[in-house]
């Protein structure tokens, strides 16, 4: 949120702790909710950019891949299987498997992707950026920057 609201950039975060969004709340629109129990708290909305990191609940992936505006993108980036072999997390439920970060995202147009292991700290992850393409056939073609 910093680095968006740095940029003159609106965001907002979702977090179920209040301690958490107390110190986010300086840069932009917080909202207190627990995603894993509780009601998706963005229904309906939909978001140019959507950031995730360290994170994983499948049960809202769907959800989260869905609040991706037309034109707008996607960064998502959490552990992958393998990283119980260096540290935590390390239970099953907690790790995407292979290619399901890339499955996630069929509805989507992936930019970049990668499945792998990262040095220091040690860990697995599974990266992606996607675009969700805006609809219409007279836009110029769109230019990812790489």
């Not at 963005?42 to 959507?50: D, E, R, Y």
């Not at 995202?105 to 805006?134: K, M, N, S, W």
Request: with cysteine; charged share 20%; proline share 8%.
């Amino acid at each position: 949120m910093r680095w968006f609201a740095e940029r003159g950039l609106s965001a907002t975060g979702v977090d179920r702790s209040p301690e958490a969004l107390a110190s986010a709340s300086r840069f932009g629109r917080t909202v207190l909710a627990d995603i894993e129990d509780g009601l998706w708290p963005f229904a309906g909305q939909s978001f140019g950019v959507v950031v995730v990191t360290n994170y994983l609940w499948r049960d809202r992936l769907p959800d989260i891949v869905a609040a991706v505006a037309p034109g707008g993108v996607l960064l998502y980036e959490t552990f992958a299987a393998g990283n119980e072999s260096v540290g935590k997390p390390s239970r099953p439920d907690f790790l995407l498997q292979p290619g399901e970060l890339l499955a996630a995202c069929t509805h989507l147009r992936v930019v970049a992707y990668e499945d792998g292991f990262l040095p220091a700290p040690d860990r697995f992850v599974q990266r992606i950026a996607a675009v969700r393409e805006a609809s219409g056939a007279d836009l110029a073609p769109p230019r990812y920057p790489l």
